[in-house]
């Protein structure tokens, strides 16, 4: 098979986004997977849909996408699909566009902020507790 040798990450996909066939190479950028939708970050499903959806489309689309690596983080790729008789060709390359990271900035922010406010309401929640414990001492 051929496109076992193309030096990027590729991968032919249907429709729905099982992968058919992908290059060696996108072994060594993405976890083992069956389907690309389990390596598209949430926030980027949108574009993907896109470019899946256009599938009568003869012409390159291309989008940035944020895609889980192998260690379980997520990188910027920008994507290229082209559709042939029903089979998408799609090509990642790495990207270092600061202004698509900000958007995982924020989304790792928005999280942190969040544990925070989990930690304290936990933290209240204890005292209270602790305050019960110490009534039901004495």
């Known amino acids: 098979m051929v496109t076992k040798w193309i030096p990027v990450p590729y ?5 729905e986004g099982t ?3 992908s290059s060696n190479t996108s ?6 997977t069956s389907n690309i939708w389990t390596i598209i970050h949430e926030e980027h499903r949108d574009k993907a849909i896109f470019m899946l959806s256009h599938n009568a489309n003869p012409y390159p689309i291309t989008q940035n996408l944020m895609l889980k690596v192998r260690n379980n983080l ?16 799609l090509v990642c390359t790495e990207a270092k566009s600061m202004k698509d990271s900000t958007i995982t900035s ?5 999280s942190l902020i969040d544990t925070q ?18 009534i039901r001492k004495h």
């Open 11 to 15: 991968f032919q996909i249907s429709r």
């Open 117 to 134: 406010k989990r930690l304290k309401e936990s933290e209240k929640h204890l005292e209270n507790v602790a305050k019960v414990v110490n």
């Open 74 to 89: 997520f990188g910027n790729f920008k994507c290229t699909i082209q559709w042939k008789d029903g089979v998408g060709h």
């Open 106 to 110: 924020s989304s790792v922010q928005k």
């Open 19 to 21: 992968i058919l066939n």
């Open 27 to 32: 072994h060594s950028y993405f976890p083992e």
